[in-house]
């Protein structure tokens, strides 16, 4: 179970608090801005949960960590085939590779769309006694849909070494091969990933026998979202609300829990408040979703005096935080919170 950081702190008249399962940290109420009368204001819940609790970083094998963000890898050798093929056309396939990529989709608990701003292969070759005019064909494939895209380049001694992806990596390093079309074979969350590469079949015949003998590849994928991104992640405050606690606090009157998200992540966020019995139904409490875009923002969640005796079987709270990309190219990198500083407002007292 995923340690989250997520702290929610529950008021009665006798300051008590609230306990929550095994992924929440619990600290000690504090009731400084307790403000009691007929209509009353008390700190109601403060805490994080972080990058690792909104992805699923564990069951994500292919996720590392490059210079503190986050990226999926599949890297490896691909297997020359020889210079002893037979063309069928002027290109001829002188090495593939099909790579499991099944592990995306636990990067969430539910459906999401992975657009991603800058997903990218690269292909490192010791290609120096000859000039190859090549194709990388890349194929992707999950259980009811196939994206293709392919990309020309030429492997010689000046250009051993491929990048191939829509954003330009200013490097020397590379060279570098744009494709716009890599994000849409990467948002269809494959399953699998075929690499194929070809090349004129006249200079692969004419060839050294060691002309192209190494290949490395990588296939990374930054978790930077694009636009399109969307996903949804549940944080669940268990026993939010104790049985006495709810008799107190909800017996009659309106209610509002209000208060500060802030979001380090590069994404925007529209909070959904979920009251659950028991039994983990929801209670019937229809609360309008909150927007936070950008860096903070408010967020309020009304109790009416029509749904207060809703309250009287309310147990736990699920925050359902969509997230959804932004025009700007963000990694979403380790360490990263979104933060709550929430209050609750009573009208009409307490009941005891």
């Given at each position: 179970m995923k340690n989250k950081h997520l702290v929610m702190l529950l008021l009665s008249s006798c300051c008590l608090a609230a306990c929550v399962d095994s992924k929440y ?23 994080y949960v972080t990058s690792d609790d909104v992805v699923n970083v564990e069951k994500v094998p292919s996720i590392r960590e490059v210079d503190g963000a986050y990226v ?281």
């Amino acid at each position: 179970m995923k340690n989250k950081h997520l702290v929610m702190l529950l008021l009665s008249s006798c300051c008590l608090a609230a306990c929550v399962d095994s992924k929440y940290d619990l600290g000690n109420v504090s009731t400084d801005e307790v403000v009691m009368g007929e209509s009353w204001i008390a700190p109601l819940g403060t805490g994080y949960v972080t990058s690792d609790d909104v992805v699923n970083v564990e069951k994500v094998p292919s996720i590392r960590e490059v210079d503190g963000a986050y990226v999926m890898i599949y890297d490896g050798e691909m297997k020359i085939k020889g210079a002893g093929l037979r063309a069928v056309s002027d290109k001829v396939e002188i090495a593939s590779e099909d790579i499991t990529t099944g592990d995306i989709d636990g990067l969430f608990d539910g459906n999401f769309v992975l657009a991603l701003a800058n997903p990218h292969v690269t292909l490192m070759s010791n290609a120096t006694k000859a000039s190859l005019d090549c194709r990388l064909a890349i194929e992707a494939k999950n259980v009811n849909q196939e994206e293709t895209t392919s990309s020309d380049f030429t492997l010689s001694a000046a250009s051993p070494n491929i990048w191939i992806g829509p954003l330009d990596p200013k490097t020397e390093a590379f060279e570098f091969v744009k494709n716009e079309k890599l994000p849409g074979i990467v948002q269809i969350v494959p399953r699998e990933i075929r690499l194929s590469l070809s090349a004129d079949s006249k200079q692969w015949a004419n060839a050294p026998a060691d002309a192209l003998s190494e290949l490395r590849y990588s296939v990374e994928l930054p978790l930077s979202p694009a636009p399109e991104f969307s996903a949804v992640s549940v944080e669940r405050i268990e026993d939010a609300f104790d049985e006495d606690f709810v008799d107190y606090i909800f017996s009659d009157g309106s209610a509002k829990i209000y208060g500060e998200v802030t979001n380090d992540m590069p994404f925007d966020i529209s909070l959904e408040m979920v009251i659950m019995d028991e039994n983990n139904m929801p209670v019937d409490i229809q609360f309008p979703a909150q927007e936070v875009k950008g860096q903070s923002g408010e967020v309020v969640f009304e109790i009416t005096k029509e749904d207060m005796p809703k309250m009287k079987d309310a147990r736990h709270i699920d925050l359902n935080l969509h997230l959804k990309g932004r025009d700007q190219n963000e990694a979403l990198k380790k360490g990263q919170k979104i933060s709550f500083d929430l209050k609750l407002k009573k009208e009409g007292g307490i009941s005891i």
